[in-house]
C-alpha cells in the first residue's frame, strides 16, 4: 500500500504508513517529514515520534528490508532535534533493550540539547540498563561531553551490574580515540589503564573483550608509558596463553587480545 504523507503532516495517514508493513512507503514517509520539518506544528511533534519509533521494535533480524527504513527514522528524528527529546527520553523508560539502543543512538545524534536529559539518567538511573544506554549515548556527543564524563565512565569500569561494566569498558576507549594523549589528564589515563587491566580477569568475556580493546587503543594512540606497556604486554600475553598460562577460552577475548599485542609489540619496537 503507497499511502502519501501530507505537510502539514497528517497522522492519520502516518498512521496508516506505518502499518502497512510496506518499507518504501514507509521510507518516503520518513522522508517527507524529514524534508518539511518547518511545517510540522509543534503539538505533532510527540506523536510523529512515538510513531517513527516504533520501528525501533522490528526485528531485524527476521525483517531485514526495514533496515535502511531504520536507520531512516534515526535520521529523521533526529533531525527534529530538541522537540523530539522529551517523547525520546520518554520511551526510554518505557521501552524493551533493543528499542532502547536504537532510541540512545537518536539521542545520541541530536547531540548537544541531549545532553542535559540524559546525563541525569547516567548519574541518577531507575535501573542499571538505563544508566547503561546513556553511557552508550553520550559517548556519541562533542568532545566537551566526553571529557565530562570520562571519570565516572572510568568508575563504572568497577560497577557491580556487567552491562555497565562492558558499557563502561567500551565508552573509555571511544573517549580515548578521540583525543589526543595530553589532552586527557595524566592522572585520568592511569585511573583508566589501572581499572582495564582489573577487568581482564573480569568474570564476563564480553567485558574482558571490551577490556581489552579500550587497551589496544590505548597503545595505538600512545597514551601509555614504557611501563604501561610492559604491564600491558604482560596481562594481554596471559589472555593467549604464553608464559605457561591458560589462554582466554573464548575466542572473542584471544582476538581482541592478539589486536591489542600487535599494537604493543609496534609501538614498543
Known amino acids: 500500500m503507497e499511502v502519501e504523507v501530507m505537510v502539514p503532516v497528517d497522522i492519520k495517514r502516518l498512521y496508516e504508513v506505518f502499518s502497512s508493513d510496506d518499507p518504501i512507503a514507509i521510507r518516503k514517509a520518513i522522508a517527507a517529514i524529514t524534508e518539511n520539518i518547518e511545517e510540522l506544528e509543534l503539538r505533532q511533534i510527540p506523536e510523529v515520534v512515538e510513531i517513527l519509533a516504533s520501528l525501533f521494535y522490528i526485528d531485524l533480524g527476521d525483517k531485514p528490508e526495514?533496515?535502511?527504513?531504520?536507520?531512516?527514522?534515526?535520521?529523521?528524528i533526529a533531525a527534529i532535534g530538541e522537540p523530539a527529546i522529551p517523547t525520546l527520553?520518554?520511551?526510554?523508560?518505557?521501552?524493551?533493550?533493543?528499542?532502547?539502543?536504537?532510541?540512545?543512538?537518536?539521542?545520541?545524534?541530536?547531540?548537544?540539547?541531549?545532553?542535559?536529559?540524559?546525563k541525569d539518567i547516567f548519574y541518577f538511573p531507575e535501573s542499571p540498563w538505563q544508566r547503561s544506554l546513556a553511557m552508550f549515548a553520550l559517548a556519541k556527543m562533542h568532545e566537551g561531553a566526553l571529557m565530562e564524563i570520562f571519570p565516572d565512565t572510568v568508575n563504572a569500569l568497577d560497577d557491580s551490574d556487567r552491562e555497565i561494566r562492558d558499557t563502561a569498558a567500551r565508552?573509555?576507549?571511544?573517549?580515548?580515540?578521540?583525543?589526543?594523549?595530553?589532552?586527557?589528564?595524566?592522572?585520568?589515563?592511569?585511573?583508566?589503564?589501572?581499572?582495564?587491566?582489573?577487568?581482564?580477569?573480569?568474570?564476563?568475556?564480553?567485558?574482558?573483550?571490551?577490556?581489552?580493546?579500550?587497551?589496544?587503543?590505548?597503545?595505538?594512540?600512545?597514551?601509555?608509558?614504557?611501563?604501561?606497556?610492559?604491564?600491558?604486554?604482560?596481562?594481554?600475553?596471559?589472555?593467549?596463553?604464553?608464559?605457561?598460562n591458560d589462554p582466554d577460552p573464548f575466542y572473542l577475548v584471544r582476538r581482541e587480545a592478539e589486536e591489542t599485542m600487535e599494537y604493543i609489540m609496534q609501538v614498543t619496537a
Do not use: C
Not at 526495514?66 to 529523521?76: N, Q, S
Not at 523508560?93 to 536529559?117: C, F, H, Q, V, W
Not at 564480553?206 to 604501561?228: E, F, H, P, T, W
Open 89 to 118: 527520553m520518554w520511551l526510554l523508560r518505557e521501552s524493551d533493550y533493543k528499542a532502547n539502543l536504537m532510541i540512545a543512538r537518536t539521542l545520541g545524534r541530536i547531540g548537544p540539547s541531549a545532553y542535559g536529559p540524559l
Open 66 to 76: 526495514f533496515v535502511e527504513a531504520v536507520e531512516d527514522t534515526v535520521m529523521g
Open 171 to 244: 565508552t573509555v576507549g571511544r573517549i580515548i580515540d578521540s583525543f589526543k594523549p595530553g589532552q586527557i589528564p595524566h592522572d585520568l589515563v592511569v585511573n583508566a589503564f589501572e581499572r582495564l587491566l582489573l577487568r581482564l580477569r573480569d568474570s564476563s568475556a564480553v567485558v574482558r573483550a571490551k577490556a581489552v580493546r579500550s587497551i589496544g587503543k590505548m597503545a595505538r594512540n600512545r597514551y601509555l608509558s614504557m611501563d604501561q606497556l610492559a604491564s600491558a604486554r604482560e596481562a594481554v600475553a596471559a589472555l593467549l596463553g604464553e608464559d605457561d
